[in-house]
């Protein structure tokens, strides 16, 4: 392989693994946020172990996702100099935004909401898991503002052989932004609703005895699926107009590149589906003594996780041989790196990328089967042994 092809793979690799953290964190912290809402509104012990057992989860990740985001802005770095030469001043401009404004207050709340528990007041408490929910948010928002520069380019004028930053608005109401934005919101809702409905039935399979515990879970998990499903279907098909003005070729510039976006539409549709049929069963619990539905949750859970990587292929692999469309090719964009020092950083990254994917996978397993806290703990000490 040459060393733009094995670039173009070490790249791939890296931001598919934390894409995959980054809906998981967005999810999770979503459905806390709302499980916490309820404690505080209603004072009911169930809430509260909720909040704490989900929330728990929902750290490990975070704690995981965070060192996947720093290995990846390394590759990043090292191996796409070309980018930061040409478009610098315009692509950089969000992603500090991401870094100085969204990811800093996101870790500050974070731990004062980690270490508030029985300190703070229940409202403020409250507050502060909205606040790292927002900024959670807020961060994907920048992310995405850049990735629709290189979708798009607008708000630029070239000077001297390089671009420069003349309207920041434009970055912000670039079309390739807004609606692919709310596809990642709704695709992250679809995760973590999938995620904790999947759990759920697992626990319901081995029978457990936290019956009402794993029962408000489960419905909490299928609602918010239900009603993400739609609006992530709805956002997606609402794309393909912007891609045919903006990007005319992009669905047969590769010969496959439409596999991958078959296959997003069909697992959107058949959640959305899933869900919808699922409402109905929750009364009564019919879905929890059917079992039969609960192996499918169980099953269901990697599938917005594919989703998401299939449309993620489709939108980076589906631009090329464009990295800034129209303006800066890949192959130009790449670093000055010879085959064997790229092989060698492909196998080093990736190799760091499986563990950390393995480490969060196990310590995520032990949460979930260890199950909720009879007697309601802090999340703190979980993030200490991390």
């Not at 995981?64 to 478009?87: C, D, H, K, P, R």
Request: hydrophobic fraction near 55%.
């Amino acid at each position: 392989m040459e060393t733009l092809d094995l670039a173009r793979l070490q790249f791939a690799v890296t931001t598919s693994f934390h894409f995959l953290f980054v809906l998981l964190t967005l999810g999770l912290v979503s459905l806390v946020a709302l499980m916490q809402t309820r404690f505080t509104l209603t004072r009911r012990p169930v809430h509260e172990r909720m909040t704490k057992f989900w929330g728990r989860i929902y750290v490990i990740n975070y704690a995981l996702g965070i060192v996947t985001g720093v290995v990846m802005e390394f590759q990043f770095g090292l191996n796409w100099s070309g980018l930061a030469s040409y478009a610098g001043d315009v692509f950089g401009a969000p992603l500090a935004l991401e870094t100085l404004i969204a990811f800093f207050l996101e870790s500050t709340f974070l731990g004062l909401w980690i270490f508030g528990w029985g300190r703070l007041n229940r409202w403020v408490h409250l507050a502060l898991i909205w606040l790292t929910a927002l900024t959670a948010y807020a961060s994907a928002f920048w992310i995405m503002a850049a990735n629709g520069f290189l979708q798009h380019p607008v708000g630029y004028e070239e000077r001297d052989g390089v671009l420069r930053l003349v309207d920041f608005g434009a970055l912000l109401t670039n079309p390739t932004f807004g609606t692919a934005l709310t596809h990642v919101v709704f695709a992250a809702l679809t995760v973590g609703g999938v995620f904790v409905t999947g759990v759920s039935a697992y626990h319901f399979i081995k029978r457990t005895n936290e019956v009402e515990f794993f029962r408000r879970s489960l419905r909490l998990g299928v609602v918010v699926t239900a009603l993400a499903t739609p609006s992530l279907v709805g956002a997606g098909f609402a794309q393909f107009p912007i891609i045919s003005e903006y990007q005319p070729g992009k669905t047969h510039t590769v010969p496959w590149i439409g596999m991958p976006l078959g296959f997003m539409i069909l697992i959107g549709m058949t959640l959305t589906f899933a869900s919808w049929i699922t409402l109905p069963l929750l009364v009564r619990d019919w879905v929890i003594r059917m079992r039969f539905p609960l192996y499918l949750m169980v099953i269901g859970i990697p599938l917005p996780f594919l989703a998401a990587i299939f449309g993620w292929v489709f939108r980076e692999v589906g631009r090329q041989p464009w990295l800034v469309y129209g303006l800066l090719r890949t192959s130009d964009a790449v670093s000055k790196v010879n085959a064997t020092s790229m092989t060698l950083s492909l196998i080093v990254f990736s190799t760091l990328f499986l563990l950390l994917a393995i480490t969060d996978w196990v310590l995520i397993a032990r949460a979930v089967r260890r199950g909720p806290e009879t007697t309601p703990q802090p999340v703190a000490p979980l993030v200490v042994a991390l």
